[in-house]
């Protein structure tokens, strides 16, 4: 009997360590802006299936996400989806390139897009990651956060899996007294 309630326990925590996902902040706390420089933010990610990209932006920007052609041209009339309430956020719930651009087409020349590569994640992952939702979870028009960015996960894992797998393990170490 212990050895199945360890197998099982074992399993849980494979999981629970295996399925989590990121929200990134593009621009970390400069945000989706003209100023930001979102080629270099993106450069040291993995984007992965599951994760959730996050764009904060003041009332004059916008987020469209577009073709490859599109974004090379900045073609902003031609879109796959947009949001232009301050926030959003886009899934990544398929591996492959993705593309956004700002609304606006001359901050878009101006290098306000973003080409970010999702990557299959090779462990198990959940069978269907959340669907975007438009207008994220700050209140329309904020654009700055004070706390740390989301971005900033230790080792793709969050904070919540690490419980599960203490509280999993304090399980077993009970259960073997």
Sequence with gaps: MEKVFLVSVSIFLGFALT??????TVG???GWDISTDVDTWSKDKIFKVGDVLLFQYSSYHSVSEVTKP?????????VLQTS???????A?????DRYFVCGNRLYCLGGMKLHVNVQADQVASP?????????????????KSNSLPSSANF???????????????????????
């Excluded at 399925?19 to 990134?24: D, L």
């Excluded at 599109?70 to 031609?78: D, L």
């Excluded at 669907?131 to 904020?142: D, Q, R």
């Design 155 to 177: 080792n793709h894992f969050e904070l919540d899996s690490l419980f599960m797998a203490f509280l999993g393990l304090f399980a077993v170490l009970f259960s073997v007294m």
């Design 127 to 143: 069978a269907e990651a959340p669907e975007a939702e438009t207008g994220g979870s700050l209140p329309p028009g904020s654009t």
């Design 70 to 78: 599109n974004y090379e041209g900045c073609n902003t009339t031609n």
């Design 28 to 30: 970390d706390n400069s």
């Design 92 to 96: 990544l719930n398929n591996p492959g």
């Design 84 to 90: 232009s309430n301050g926030n959003a956020s886009f």
């Design 19 to 24: 399925c989590s996902a990121t929200v990134y």
